[in-house]
């Protein structure tokens, strides 16, 4: 288990990195706005994007925001982002192009091609994670998983199999619990399942449902290492986060004590990011039940970092006189990362 001590210790590592490099980067936020994608989730609110933009400008000496994709990118091809091996170009995009699992894929995918580096996961990794279906599949070999079954708009006879059950259903590639609806009658699984088709036009989770604590971990990867922050748990009127209760921040954070259960969640996401490969920062989100087990929930590639979220509160707790630790420190991840390959090609010229 990471104690508090440890994980300051590795967080600190990464803002003195970042501040040392003041000068030799530009940040890039490329907002999500609505007008340019008919995505169903995953904006940012407008006063959570005015906090992101502040933290990263308050992060940086250089920094450029962008509320529109098309204009980013009509900069990188006039060359108005020239990147060199001493000024590097950091991206951190919310945008999002298209309505399918690719929707977030576009931008990272192209700034890359650009030697462009990605604050957040790489296009691959951030379309696996649109996906719940494919990386609950890749999951269950190394977390919890509740047994879960997909519905594509062909497959009608599962539901002659289903049991006499609650059900959590929701949307394979929306987040912000969008969708996401608690069946308590088995009478009622087959109409709700099919409306959420209708209404999303992509595959539908049926999920068993799970009784207990909502608990959220961030977890940065360092130089490929997960590291696994302070467990936050999600208090809540509902049994489950609505998108009633998301849309209006109608839920607050309180910081998990128990020791063994920290362990427990901390060493679950090392093993699923390992697998998972993922990349800057993400959330693993479970479901904890009465005997203290952790199943998993959710996977947010790019989580929530305005000040209303757990990965907000988890820096807030370990560096209370720094609004701004938060941002640094992703900051931080990336520049090491760099700075550590760049090392790696200088002993071994042939990689070059």
């Known amino acids: 288990m990471e104690s508090h001590s440890q994980l300051y210790q590795e967080l600190n590592e ?33 006063t959570e994007a005015s906090e992101i933009n502040r933290g990263f400008k308050n992060s940086s000496e250089k920094y450029i925001f962008y509320n529109n994709p098309s204009t980013f990118v009509g900069d990188i091809i006039l060359n108005n982002l020239p990147t060199s091996k001493f000024h590097k170009i ?55 998983v509740p047994k879960t079954t997909v519905f594509t708009n062909q497959n009608f006879e599962i539901f ?24 308590k009658d088995k009478n009622n699984l087959k109409e709700v399942v099919i409306n959420l088709y209708n209404q999303f036009q992509q595959p539908i989770l049926i999920q068993e449902y799970i009784a207990g604590i909502e608990v959220e971990v961030p977890v940065l990867i360092k130089n490929m290492r997960p ?7 999600i208090k809540k009127e509902k049994s489950f986060l609505s998108e009633d209760e998301v849309d209006s921040n109608k839920y607050g954070f309180e910081l998990i ?29 479970f479901i904890v039940d009465e005997k203290g087990e952790p199943w998993l929930f959710d996977i947010a590639a790019l989580p929530l970092i305005s000040s ?3 990965c907000y509160t988890v820096f807030r707790e370990l560096f209370p006189n ?31």
Do not use: W
Not at 27 to 46: C, Q
Not at 162 to 182: D, F, H, Q, W
């Open 14 to 46: 990464l803002i003195t990195f970042s501040q040392s490099y003041s000068g030799k980067y530009t940040v890039v936020f490329i907002n999500g706005s609505k007008l340019y994608t008919k995505a169903n989730s995953g904006y940012l609110e407008e």
């Open 257 to 285: 004590k128990d020791a063994k259960l920290i362990n427990k969640l901390q060493t679950s996401v090392k093993k699923l990011m390992l697998a998972l490969q993922a990349d800057g920062l993400c959330r693993v989100d």
């Open 90 to 144: 950091l991206l951190y995009s919310t945008a999002q192009i298209g309505i399918d699992i690719n929707r977030r894929s576009f931008i990272p995918n192209f700034s890359s091609l650009h030697n462009i580096h990605n604050l957040s996961c790489d296009g691959y990794t951030l379309a696996l994670l649109q996906n719940k279906m494919h990386y609950y599949d890749i999951a269950k070999n190394y977390v919890n």
């Open 322 to 352: 720094d609004p701004y630790a938060l941002y640094k420190a992703l900051i931080g991840i990336k520049l090491i990362h760099q700075s550590a390959q760049y090392s790696m090609l200088e002993k071994s010229p042939s990689l070059l």
């Open 160 to 183: 002659e199999r289903m049991e006499n059950k609650r059900y959590i259903v929701k949307p394979s590639y929306e987040c912000s619990a969008k969708g996401v609806t608690l069946v």
């Open 227 to 233: 590291v696994p922050l302070l467990p936050v748990k």
């Open 308 to 310: 209303h979220s757990s």
